[in-house]
């Protein structure tokens, strides 16, 4: 991984950091629950879309701003953004794939709330709440120098 000689925000990376950590940890509970008790239950659906919107905004946020530093503006799509970090060499080409997909998941989340399959809600905290633990190390590893 290339030095990266750029400055970003620390606090503001630490502080949404904390809230895909927090999100994450508390997700971990609903994604423990079997598919069937999971979608029965409304208030968990409900849970569990709110924090998964919370840990995505959280994590668009830190590549918007890590997108800024590095090409002097923020992208006009959330989901290209990760599309940057993959080119600086901060996170894989696989990963940046699979975050772009829960960019475009937060979309659904925030305009066509009541559509989204909660099938699908569950799907994702079984496959991709480690992603988001994998962006926040590989984040961590292309700042560390300015920690």
Known sequence: ???????????LLRQRGEEIRRATSLLARHASIPMNEFVADQTIVDAAKYRLLVA?????SICTHLSARLAGKAPAIYAQCFQELVTAGIITQELGGRLERMARFRNLLVHVYGEVDDNRVWEILQSNLQDLDTYLSSVGEAIKDQI
């Open 56 to 60: 995505i905004e959280a994590a668009i």
């Open 1 to 11: 991984m290339s030095q990266h000689h750029w400055y970003v925000n620390i606090d």
